[in-house]
T-cell receptor, first 115, second 109 residues
Framework: SQTIHQWPATLVQPVGSPLSLECTVE??????LYWYRQAAGRGLQLLFY??????ISSEVPQNLSASRPQDRQFILSSKKLLLSDSGFYLC??????????????FGAGSRLTVL | GQNIDQPTEMTATEGAIVQINCTYQ??????LFWYQQHAGEAPTFLSY??LDGLEEKGRFSSFLSRSKGYSYLLLKELQMKDSASYLC??????????WGAGTKLIIKP
């Protein structure tokens, strides 16, 4: 069966510090991978998605970046965090393909507080 | 523009039935999803509708009307564990999901 791991679960970082959130998927090959941010009272905001190694699409211009160094590994980074980067970050995967029923499976999430 | 609207919060009684509505506007349409999210946890998939009509899965059912841009999630025989946020998401012409802000469902004994 497929599983998705995301870490760290929580972190508190000072403004201007770097960030690295990691996500790995097991039990499947060539998954679509996603990073979302969820702010209170707002819908999930797609930050990045990837259909393959080294292929990253950015949906929202910001000081965050993503990388996919391996097929089942997806990393969200920042060189210098802003207060507005605080939020709940979710990694997700879906099976490769353009089927309409593109069901997302989410990781447990990472709650980031920037002080 | 693309938009998903759903009520912010609803309250229902244990054992009762509740219907959570969602209206959508997307550029193209490739289906409507419902996810459940307990506080502090990740969303989990509940249902997917791409054709008009009702899809039933145990206590949960989801309905879609493409002509009206409307969907609802119906929860029967409510249990305390159903207290959660319910997220509606529409899939656009590029199969990207447009998410609503979620409906927080509070179940009272």
């Amino acid at each position: 069966s497929q599983t998705i791991h995301q870490w760290p679960a929580t972190l508190v970082q000072p403004v201007g510090s770097p960030l690295s959130l990691e996500c790995t998927v097991e039990g499947t090959s060539n998954p679509n991978l996603y990073w979302y941010r969820q702010a209170a009272g707002r819908g999930l905001q797609l930050l990045f998605y990837s259909v393959g190694i080294g292929q990253i699409s950015s949906e929202v211009p910001q000081n965050l970046s993503a990388s996919r160094p391996q097929d089942r590994q997806f990393i969200l980074s920042s060189k210098k965090l802003l207060l507005s980067d605080s939020g709940f970050y979710l990694c997700a995967w879906s099976p490769l393909g353009d089927s309409g029923a593109n069901v997302l499976t989410f990781g447990a999430g990472s709650r980031l507080t920037v002080l | 523009g693309q938009n998903i609207d759903q009520p912010t919060e609803m309250t229902a009684t244990e054992g009762a039935i509740v219907q959570i509505n969602c209206t959508y506007q997307t550029s193209g349409f490739n289906g409507l999803f419902w996810y459940q999210q307990h506080a502090g946890e990740a969303p989990t998939f509940l249902s997917y509708n791409v054709l008009d009509g009702l899809e039933e899965k145990g206590r949960f059912s989801s309905f879609l009307s493409r002509s009206k841009g409307y969907s609802y999630l119906l929860l029967k025989e409510l249990q305390m564990k159903d207290s959660a946020s319910y997220l509606c998401a529409g899939s656009d012409s590029n199969y990207q999901l447009i998410w609503g802000a979620g409906t927080k469902l509070i179940i009272k004994p």
